[in-house]
């Protein structure tokens, strides 16, 4: 692997820790307690109390060419220099066209039209709002509902949670939402535990879509969300063939199908995208994450041509959306040295190489103490622990003691998530799950 930036000079003093209202945290708990990084180079992390954390999650499931890449940040430097904003409203850089470009090689089929956004929060939105205006445009203005599905997580903006299944985040929100139909989830520990891959029971359970479309109308239904693998909720593969038939009653329906590959693209599965592992062909697909190694925030929103075109039929602005920062030239640049890096060093071929020593040694925890189910596929793992008499307790019990072990995973209730970053070496696979079973014995 090539060589990594390496910090040189001292950590900055201790901040005070009040100003910052912190995502997703106990903040009131972190505070008392808090887990601070200060460095981060290749597959580690360094803790303020020098501690070397070796990172099992890619940082937040997109680090995937590991922390402090020169190349990236060298790309990032020039730039600025050169060209640190421009706007994409009515005007264009040579970065964002290029990177558009690059990027629609990697997609299946004639997904071959990008729109750049700032995160896959952003992304779902626009794709959501894409959906309704394309059939609009078609001459079918009553479509405007949506289907999603039970503890999907399809990030924080009004959209997103819409579609969403994760009832804490809706809990505030959902009079703001309405228009939504969810299936059910496809978990099912009686007959999937401890599955190697993708489960062999529960495409059926793609059939609850028919009975939207008789309760709903077909008419009224916009699009169909799913992620191709459950990530935020405890990494869910899908059942052999349920993406398959959710792709045959959408196509009966004329309903369209969004995969939500925040965190399934850029590789996790040994290739560019869930759709091409799958073989399943979406008519959208939002991306974020591992598009810039996480190293600047974008998204991006991948359509496919029958999709850009009728938008092309309009004159004048053809779709009334976008933001500020959309093709920023800098996360351009972030984006376009990723791609070098992940081109170079073959790590999507390298995914599939390390994809069965991965799942052995993830399936090394069945038996270990309080596990009940073990998931994976390709580079990502679910470790579900059984729950105390308070759910995700225990799940964050393990958290904390792999952090102070040496090692960050993802919490996700009790369901440990693993998605290291795809430059990870067999005896680091080691170290994640030893360190693990060696936790899980000590609760």
């Not at 499931?61 to 706007?87: F, K, M, P, T």
């Not at 779902?124 to 609009?136: C, E, G, N, S």
Request: proline letters at 5%; aromatic letters at 10%.
């Amino acid at each position: 692997m090539s060589e990594v930036a390496v910090p040189t000079e001292s950590p900055a003093p201790a901040p005070d820790l009040e100003a910052f209202w912190m995502p997703f945290t106990a903040n009131q708990q972190f505070k008392t307690n808090p887990r601070m990084l200060v460095a981060a180079a290749g597959m580690y992390y360094t803790a303020n109390d020098g501690r070397k954390i070796l990172d099992g999650t890619a940082g937040l499931w997109c680090v995937n060419v590991g922390h402090g890449r020169r190349e990236i940040a060298e790309a990032v430097h020039q730039q600025l220099l050169q060209l640190d904003y421009a706007s994409s409203f009515q005007m264009g850089h040579g970065g964002a066209f290029q990177f558009a470009e690059r990027l629609v090689k990697l997609l299946p089929g004639d997904l071959n039209h990008v729109f750049f956004t700032n995160s896959g929060s952003e992304a779902v939105d626009t794709a959501l709002k894409l959906a309704i205006a394309y059939h609009a445009l078609g001459g079918e203005p009553s479509r405007q509902r949506f289907v999603g599905r039970e503890r999907a997580y399809h990030g924080v903006n009004l959209g997103g949670i819409a579609v969403g299944g994760i009832a804490s985040n809706r809990r505030f929100f959902s009079a703001l939402t309405p228009g939504v139909d969810h299936l059910g989830h496809t978990h099912n520990l009686e007959h999937n535990a401890f599955s190697r891959g993708q489960p062999q029971w529960g495409a059926s359970l793609a059939d609850e879509l028919e009975a939207v479309v008789a309760k709903r109308g077909a008419e009224t239904i916009a699009a169909v969300i799913v992620e191709p693998i459950y990530g935020a909720t405890g990494v869910l593969v899908p059942p052999v063939g349920y993406l398959q038939r959710l792709r045959e009653i959408c196509d009966r329906h004329g309903i369209l199908l969004i995969f939500d590959e925040v965190i399934t693209g850029f590789g996790r599965l040994g290739v560019p995208f869930a759709a091409e592992y799958f073989g399943v062909m979406p008519d959208i697909i939002t991306a974020a994450k591992g598009i810039t190694n996480g190293n600047i925030p974008m998204g991006a929103v991948f359509v496919r041509q029958g999709i850009y075109d009728r938008f092309m039929e309009a004159s004048g602005i053809e779709f009334a959306h976008g933001y500020t920062y959309s093709g920023h030239p800098v996360a351009c640049a972030a984006g376009l040295a990723t791609l070098d890096i992940y081109e170079a060093e073959g790590l999507f071929n390298r995914v599939q190489t390390l994809a069965a020593p991965w799942e052995a040694a993830a399936h090394s925890l069945k038996g270990a103490r309080h596990v009940i189910d073990v998931r994976n596929l390709g580079l990502l793992a679910g470790i579900e622990l059984e729950p105390t008499e308070k759910p995700g307790a225990r799940g964050f019990e393990v958290f904390l003691r792999c952090f102070e072990q040496g090692l960050f995973v993802r919490a996700a209730g009790d369901t440990i998530a693993l998605s290291p970053p795809l430059i990870i070496e067999p005896s680091q696979i080691d170290q994640i799950f030893s360190t693990l079973a060696n936790v899980l014995n000590q609760l």
